[in-house]
């Protein structure tokens, strides 16, 4: 690479001096941005933006409009950025252009940095992301950015470094960068706040909210909104006004902000205790406020500078790999080897749910929620008015709370209908069982679904233990039965297991997965098994949790070193939630089945005969005051008597070792569902651990931070385990077999898609 030869300019300005053979050092003066970058010539020839329908370029009288036009989104790609930057210096060299604007074509004006680019060297070539917008800002002529559709991230960032903003209603607008694990980092920390105030940018860019057009506008974060039809008519009315009023260039970065450094400092101390409660564990949100914090003490020079020093912190995080591996794995989930755009999908327009008791209620919630028809059946008149008023109560609850409002409530209650008798289900498109968890139960329901449905209705049930396959084979018609796993309570959870049993046809599949994204959940195809992928990795991880408790722990102990790790809750703390009797019932059936060596500890037993199962009685593992969990010595007694009748000397239990036999028996188990083919990709037991049981986000999932460890860190250490306790611990084969060849989850993952 050459030295530059053209010193600091814009890079637009650096085009114009190459053709005209200017020198910057001379011309220094005529430079009109305080923050110029380092344009590196190359010798490289100007890419011609004409040859790209990327971005397209018009001049309308003293108007030059500049469209992106990279479907879907209008993401900055590289090929984006270089079309922008030449087309801006064609626009600064017309002589007849007065103004630019500049906007998207398609659902809005630009959705940001390209995330395929991340970690790739495409994301280095100039003009950079950060670089573009500091080109807008150096214009000479006033730039608009004409704001639609979701302008997040780097496409704010662009809108920002534009002189003037016009929104249309139907925008969105934020700096959501905190939720990949990174800093917004092309300008938007030290923008933001110069042009909304600094409290509402550091609330905006930790937290990755965005604001409607209305919020913007009051904000001063846009100029003026849109009212008619045609927003472009608008634009460039807005536009030409402009140069009516002759406006010049109104720089951000030029502005000040609008706090004192004494006032701004207090502020900052007060949030960083906030996010040490609310992001507990993560990096970026404190990154974000040092990055917006430096707005009080430095110039935008400095702050723009520091800021991408602190972004490419955060993109070489393993927070950031995490976040943007979340963000794949949930769209890679609906991916199936055997199912395309191509398979055929069944119509569902009207459901039927068996059983209105906590999940036939609130699957019910979840289908009104999205405008769905829905009716509910009950063996008995008393049941189905009990179920129904127990989901109006839910529903009230919300209202009461100003997060629904009465029509909305009437509307959704309106869609939910009840019906007496399984006869309800006759004519539908879709059953859903949610009776009692009991085989009996469900079989004798399914032998009646399958007398009187009619064909091709799709029979699913939501068991969470039972066999599917048992379920279908009580049936003439196997291929229309599956499992749908909804998790509680079902109106919130976003997760859905959807059972592939041994005969599910694959239309079946198919229509439940588009179904699921229907309802607002994210379904994640499984096979049979024992608890299915969720559950029976969770069977593992709590019995752990049982042997440390009998070890030497306390509850509190592991809740804490869970929530440490970054879990929503502990899992006393959770079990207590969901109540020990329910735990109980489900152990007991288990216990049927199960040697001896892999039954629970009689603990739970113990704890549920002295009546305390959990938050609901106000004791279970734990004492409650309101919601706090206390710990409580009558519980310590009994875990202490437990140890004396094992004979086991309690010992100090270090928190690397909670957390390993936490973390490890669930990486095990995830290994072992892999292996025998229940679930298709590692990153879909992710997704399931993400949306079903409080895994933090921001590592991904527990077999991608599986992958973070290293297999051959966790191998090892299940190795050292195996050889303590026995043949629970024993590595499954395949997470032996890649640590032994150096690979990872991942690349099975890749491996398998290819
Ligand atoms: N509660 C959970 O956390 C959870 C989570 C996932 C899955 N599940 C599964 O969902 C199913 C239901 O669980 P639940 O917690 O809602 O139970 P529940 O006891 O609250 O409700 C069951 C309802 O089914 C009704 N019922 C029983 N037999 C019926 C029949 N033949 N026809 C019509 N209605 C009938 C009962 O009157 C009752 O209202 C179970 O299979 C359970 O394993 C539960």
């Given at each position: 690479m050459r030295e530059a030869p053209y010193g600091l300019v814009s890079h637009a300005k650096a085009a114009y001096m190459v053709r005209r053979g200017l020198d910057a050092r001379r011309n220094s003066r005529k430079v009109p941005f305080a923050i110029q970058y380092l344009y590196v010539a190359t010798g490289e020839s100007m890419p011609s933006a004409s040859s790209s329908d990327l971005v397209l370029y018009e001049r309308d009288g003293g108007v030059a409009l500049i469209t992106i036009n990279n479907p879907p989104v209008n993401a900055l790609a590289k090929d984006v950025r270089i079309a922008v930057a030449d087309f801006l210096e064609a626009a600064a060299d017309d002589q007849a252009v007065l103004v630019v604007t500049i906007r998207g074509n398609g659902r809005n004006l630009c959705g940001g940095a390209d995330i395929r680019e991340f970690n790739t060297p495409d994301r280095e070539v100039r003009p950079m992301t950060?670089?573009?917008?500091?080109?807008?800002?150096?214009?000479?002529?006033?730039?608009?950015?004409?704001?639609?559709?979701?302008?997040?991230?780097?496409?704010?960032?662009?809108?920002?470094?534009?002189?003037?903003?016009?929104?249309?209603p139907d925008a969105r607008l934020g700096l959501p960068e905190v939720l990949r694990g990174v800093i917004p980092g092309a300008g938007g920390t030290q923008r933001l706040p110069r042009l909304v105030g600094f409290a509402k940018a550091v609330e905006m860019i930790t937290t990755g909210s965005s604001v409607d057009p209305g919020?913007?506008?009051?904000?001063?974060?846009?100029?003026?909104?849109?009212?008619?039809?045609?927003?472009?008519?608008?634009?460039?009315?807005?536009?030409?006004?402009?140069?009516?009023?002759?406006?010049?260039?109104?720089?951000?970065?030029?502005?000040?902000?609008?706090?004192?450094?004494?006032?701004?400092?207090?502020?900052?101390?007060?949030?960083?205790?906030?996010?040490?409660?609310?992001?507990?564990?993560?990096?970026?949100?404190?990154?974000?406020?040092?990055?917006?914090?430096?707005?009080?003490?430095?110039?935008?020079?400095?702050?723009?500078?520091?800021?991408?020093?602190?972004?490419?912190?955060?993109?070489?995080?393993?927070?950031?790999?995490?976040?943007?591996?979340?963000?794949?794995?949930?769209?890679?989930?609906?991916?199936?080897?055997?199912?395309?755009?191509?398979?055929?999908?069944?119509?569902?327009?009207?459901?039927?749910?068996?059983?209105?008791?906590?999940?036939?209620?609130?699957?019910?919630?979840?289908?009104?929620?999205?405008?769905?028809?829905?009716?509910?059946?009950?063996?008995?008149?008393?049941?189905?008015?009990?179920?129904?008023?127990?989901?109006?109560?839910?529903?009230?609850?919300?209202?009461?709370?100003g997060r629904l409002s009465a029509a909305d409530m009437e509307a959704r209650m309106r869609l939910i209908t009840g019906a007496v008798g399984i006869d309800a289900a006759a004519d539908v498109d879709l059953v859903i069982e949610a009776v009692y968890e009991e085989m009996g139960v469900k079989q004798s329901v399914f032998r009646d679904l399958d007398r009187i449905a009619r064909d091709g209705a799709i029979l699913a049930t939501n068991t969470s233990t039972l066999d599917v396959d048992a379920i279908a084979a009580v049936t003439q018609r196997p291929g229309d039965v599956l499992g749908l796993h909804f998790f509680s309570p079902a109106n919130v959870m976003t997760l859905l297991e959807i059972v592939r049993a041994e005969k599910t046809e694959n239309d079946v599949i198919a229509t439940v997965l588009d179904l699921s994204s229907r309802i607002g959940k994210t379904g994640v195809v499984v096979g049979v098994c024992d608890g299915f992928v969720g559950n029976r990795m969770l069977a593992p991880y709590f019995r752990q949790c049982d042997f440390l408790v009998e070890e030497g722990a306390m509850p509190e102990d592991m809740d804490r070193v869970a929530e440490e790790f970054g879990f929503r809750m502990g899992p006393f703390r959770v079990s207590d939630l969901a109540g020990l009797d329910i735990s109980w019932a489900i152990e007991k059936r288990r216990a049927e089945t199960r040697p001896v060596a892999e039954r629970f500890s009689p603990l739970l037993q113990r704890i549920c005969e002295l009546g305390r199962h959990g938050q609901k009685t106000g004791a279970g593992w734990y004492r409650y005051e309101g919601r706090s969990a206390i710990p409580d010595p009558e519980v310590a007694a009994l875990i202490y008597t437990r140890s004396d009748e094992m004979g086991i000397a309690r010992r100090a239990i270090s928190d690397e070792e909670i957390r390993q036999r936490m973390i490890y028996s669930l990486i095990n188990e995830g290994a072992k569902i892999l292996e025998e083919g229940l679930a298709i990709r590692s990153s879909d037991i992710d997704v399931v651990w993400l949306h079903g049981y409080g895994f933090p986000r921001w590592r991904g999932g527990p077999m991608f931070y599986a992958d973070m460890v290293g297999l051959p860190e966790i191998v090892a250490t299940l190795d050292g385990y195996h050889v303590e306790w026995g043949d629970k611990w024993e590595p499954a084969a395949l997470l032996r077999e890649l640590a032994d060849a150096g690979s990872s989850f991942q690349e099975w993952d890749e491996g398998r898609a290819a």
């Amino acid at each position: 690479m050459r030295e530059a030869p053209y010193g600091l300019v814009s890079h637009a300005k650096a085009a114009y001096m190459v053709r005209r053979g200017l020198d910057a050092r001379r011309n220094s003066r005529k430079v009109p941005f305080a923050i110029q970058y380092l344009y590196v010539a190359t010798g490289e020839s100007m890419p011609s933006a004409s040859s790209s329908d990327l971005v397209l370029y018009e001049r309308d009288g003293g108007v030059a409009l500049i469209t992106i036009n990279n479907p879907p989104v209008n993401a900055l790609a590289k090929d984006v950025r270089i079309a922008v930057a030449d087309f801006l210096e064609a626009a600064a060299d017309d002589q007849a252009v007065l103004v630019v604007t500049i906007r998207g074509n398609g659902r809005n004006l630009c959705g940001g940095a390209d995330i395929r680019e991340f970690n790739t060297p495409d994301r280095e070539v100039r003009p950079m992301t950060r670089d573009l917008m500091n080109l807008i800002e150096a214009m000479e002529k006033p730039v608009v950015a004409a704001i639609h559709g979701p302008t997040l991230g780097g496409g704010l960032e662009l809108a920002l470094g534009c002189h003037y903003r016009m929104v249309h209603p139907d925008a969105r607008l934020g700096l959501p960068e905190v939720l990949r694990g990174v800093i917004p980092g092309a300008g938007g920390t030290q923008r933001l706040p110069r042009l909304v105030g600094f409290a509402k940018a550091v609330e905006m860019i930790t937290t990755g909210s965005s604001v409607d057009p209305g919020t913007a506008l009051e904000l001063g974060l846009v100029d003026q909104m849109a009212v008619g039809d045609d927003f472009l008519d608008e634009v460039m009315r807005f536009a030409r006004n402009l140069i009516a009023c002759d406006a010049g260039p109104r720089r951000v970065s030029e502005m000040t902000v609008d706090l004192d450094a004494e006032a701004g400092t207090a502020l900052v101390a007060e949030i960083r205790t906030q996010l040490e409660r609310t992001a507990r564990g993560m990096q970026a949100p404190f990154r974000c406020l040092e990055s917006v914090a430096n707005t009080l003490s430095m110039p935008f020079a400095d702050g723009w500078v520091r800021e991408a020093e602190i972004s490419r912190e955060t993109i070489a995080s393993v927070e950031s790999r995490s976040l943007v591996h979340a963000f794949f794995a949930e769209r890679q989930v609906s991916r199936i080897p055997d199912i395309s755009a191509a398979t055929a999908r069944r119509t569902i327009k009207r459901t039927t749910i068996i059983g209105a008791g906590t999940m036939g209620g609130g699957i019910a919630m979840s289908f009104a929620n999205s405008g769905l028809p829905v009716t509910l059946v009950e063996t008995g008149q008393e049941a189905l008015d009990g179920g129904l008023a127990r989901i109006e109560a839910n529903y009230a609850a919300t209202r009461d709370r100003g997060r629904l409002s009465a029509a909305d409530m009437e509307a959704r209650m309106r869609l939910i209908t009840g019906a007496v008798g399984i006869d309800a289900a006759a004519d539908v498109d879709l059953v859903i069982e949610a009776v009692y968890e009991e085989m009996g139960v469900k079989q004798s329901v399914f032998r009646d679904l399958d007398r009187i449905a009619r064909d091709g209705a799709i029979l699913a049930t939501n068991t969470s233990t039972l066999d599917v396959d048992a379920i279908a084979a009580v049936t003439q018609r196997p291929g229309d039965v599956l499992g749908l796993h909804f998790f509680s309570p079902a109106n919130v959870m976003t997760l859905l297991e959807i059972v592939r049993a041994e005969k599910t046809e694959n239309d079946v599949i198919a229509t439940v997965l588009d179904l699921s994204s229907r309802i607002g959940k994210t379904g994640v195809v499984v096979g049979v098994c024992d608890g299915f992928v969720g559950n029976r990795m969770l069977a593992p991880y709590f019995r752990q949790c049982d042997f440390l408790v009998e070890e030497g722990a306390m509850p509190e102990d592991m809740d804490r070193v869970a929530e440490e790790f970054g879990f929503r809750m502990g899992p006393f703390r959770v079990s207590d939630l969901a109540g020990l009797d329910i735990s109980w019932a489900i152990e007991k059936r288990r216990a049927e089945t199960r040697p001896v060596a892999e039954r629970f500890s009689p603990l739970l037993q113990r704890i549920c005969e002295l009546g305390r199962h959990g938050q609901k009685t106000g004791a279970g593992w734990y004492r409650y005051e309101g919601r706090s969990a206390i710990p409580d010595p009558e519980v310590a007694a009994l875990i202490y008597t437990r140890s004396d009748e094992m004979g086991i000397a309690r010992r100090a239990i270090s928190d690397e070792e909670i957390r390993q036999r936490m973390i490890y028996s669930l990486i095990n188990e995830g290994a072992k569902i892999l292996e025998e083919g229940l679930a298709i990709r590692s990153s879909d037991i992710d997704v399931v651990w993400l949306h079903g049981y409080g895994f933090p986000r921001w590592r991904g999932g527990p077999m991608f931070y599986a992958d973070m460890v290293g297999l051959p860190e966790i191998v090892a250490t299940l190795d050292g385990y195996h050889v303590e306790w026995g043949d629970k611990w024993e590595p499954a084969a395949l997470l032996r077999e890649l640590a032994d060849a150096g690979s990872s989850f991942q690349e099975w993952d890749e491996g398998r898609a290819a």
